[in-house]
C-alpha cells in the first residue's frame, strides 16, 4: 500500500507558476512510477506527466510540454510538479498517481494502483 497527498494548490494569475508536491508513503514508493493527472470540471481525468522510478525517464501530455516539469525526491518520498506560464485551459484538480510495471504505459489512466485525494489549481485570466 502507498498513501499519497497532494499539496501546493491554489488560485494563480495566468502567465504566472504554481508547484505542486505529492507525499508518498507506506511501501516502498520508490518502487513506483509517478504520475500526475487533472480533471477540469466536467471533463474526464487526464494525463499530465510520470516520471519513472529511476528519475531519469520523463513524458508528458503535449498541452503541457515546455511548461510543466516533473521531479522526484526518492529520499524525501516526495514527486513534484512545477507548471510555469500558466493558463486558464489548466484550471483543474491535480491528482497524483502510482503504479508499477511498465513506464511505456504511464499516461494509461488504468494502469495505476494508488491515487491522492487531489488539489485545485485555479488560474485567472
Known amino acids: 500500500q502507498v498513501q499519497l497527498e497532494e499539496s501546493g494548490g491554489g488560485l494563480v494569475q495566468a502567465g504566472g507558476s504554481v508547484r505542486l508536491s505529492c507525499a508518498a508513503s507506506?511501501?516502498?514508493?520508490?518502487?513506483?512510477?509517478m504520475a500526475w493527472f487533472r480533471q477540469a470540471p466536467g471533463k474526464e481525468r487526464v494525463f499530465v506527466g510520470a516520471?519513472?522510478?529511476?528519475?531519469?525517464?520523463?513524458k508528458y501530455a503535449d498541452s503541457v510540454k515546455g511548461r510543466f516539469t516533473i521531479s522526484r525526491d526518492n529520499a524525501k518520498n516526495i514527486v513534484y510538479l512545477q507548471m510555469k506560464n500558466l493558463k486558464p485551459e489548466d484550471t483543474a484538480v491535480y491528482y497524483c498517481a502510482a503504479k508499477t510495471g511498465s513506464f511505456l504505459r504511464v499516461g494509461d489512466i488504468s494502469e495505476y494502483d494508488y491515487w491522492g485525494q487531489g488539489t485545485q489549481v485555479t488560474v485567472s485570466s
Open positions: 516520471v519513472s522510478r529511476y528519475p531519469t525517464l520523463t
Open positions: 507506506g511501501r516502498t514508493p520508490g518502487a513506483y512510477h
